[in-house]
T-cell receptor, first 114, second 111 residues
Framework: EPEVTQTPSHQVTQMGQEVILRCVPI?????FYWYRQILGQKVEFLVS????????KSEIFDDQFSVERPDGSNFTLKIRSTKLEDSAMYFC????????????FGAGSRLTVL | KNEVEQSPQNLTAQEGEFITINCSYS?????LHWLQQHPGGGIVSLFM???GKKKHGRLIATINIQEKHSSLHITASHPRDSAVYIC?????????????FGTGTRLQVML
């Protein structure tokens, strides 16, 4: 069954460092998403991406965050200068269509900021 | 305010029991998702529904649009069903791509 693949599975970084989380969505999917889950809290929407541009972002997704689809397969989330409160599990998801469509999630990337 | 509430927060059941997890939301939605989060953290999509009822194996999801309520049922529960079950909705008042998540229901099924 097709999967969404995320790397790394766990990254530890120092406060202020840049972090790039990578995702390989399902090949025929056109819509891509990042969500995050701080430990013990609910999952929160960060950003959605379609046709090589951001289609929506939440208030969490400030200037420290950016997304990119550098080639035909990867979808990345960059955090420019990490803060302690960025420590969370980050989930990538993709869907074939937008709107009310089934999402396929990756296994997540756990980011720990020290 | 667009909110999603789940109940119960925690649920312990004996193997074989019939389980119900509830989700209610504040305003109109275009779709509701039921997700399963494993102890390792990964999320699996179980159902997406906008009306009526869906069934997959021992899992049944129902939604009542008028009452703004959905239920996830597990028949003949098994210890491998132990996970966090999350309800997430796409509100009409939001844009097409944003999901709003509930806090999840932690289910533990004992032998």
């Amino acid at each position: 069954e097709p999967e969404v693949t995320q790397t790394p599975s766990h990254q530890v970084t120092q406060m202020g460092q840049e972090v790039i989380l990578r995702c390989v969505p399902i090949s025929n999917h056109l819509y891509f998403y990042w969500y995050r889950q701080i430990l013990g809290q609910k999952v929160e929407f960060l950003v959605s991406f379609y046709n090589n541009e951001i289609s929506e972002k939440s208030e969490i997704f400030d200037d420290q965050f950016s997304v990119e689809r550098p080639d035909g397969s990867n979808f990345t989330l960059k955090i420019r200068s990490t803060k302690l409160e960025d420590s969370a599990m980050y989930f990538c998801a993709s869907s074939e269509k937008g709107g009310a469509n089934v999402l396929t999630f990756g296994a997540g990337s756990r980011l720990t900021v020290l | 305010k667009n909110e999603v509430e789940q109940s119960p927060q925690n649920l312990t059941a004996q193997e074989g029991e019939f389980i119900t997890i509830n989700c209610s939301y504040s305003v109109g939605i275009s779709a509701l998702h039921w997700l399963q989060q494993h102890p390792g953290g990964g999320i699996v999509s179980l159902f997406m529904l906008s009306s009526g009822k869906k069934k997959h194996g021992r899992l049944i999801a129902t939604i009542n649009i008028q009452e703004k309520h959905s239920s996830l049922h597990i028949t003949a529960s098994h210890p491998r069903d132990s996970a966090v079950y999350i309800c997430a909705v796409r509100f009409y008042t939001g844009t097409a791509s944003k999901l709003t998540f509930g806090t999840g229901t932690r289910l533990q099924v004992m032998l």
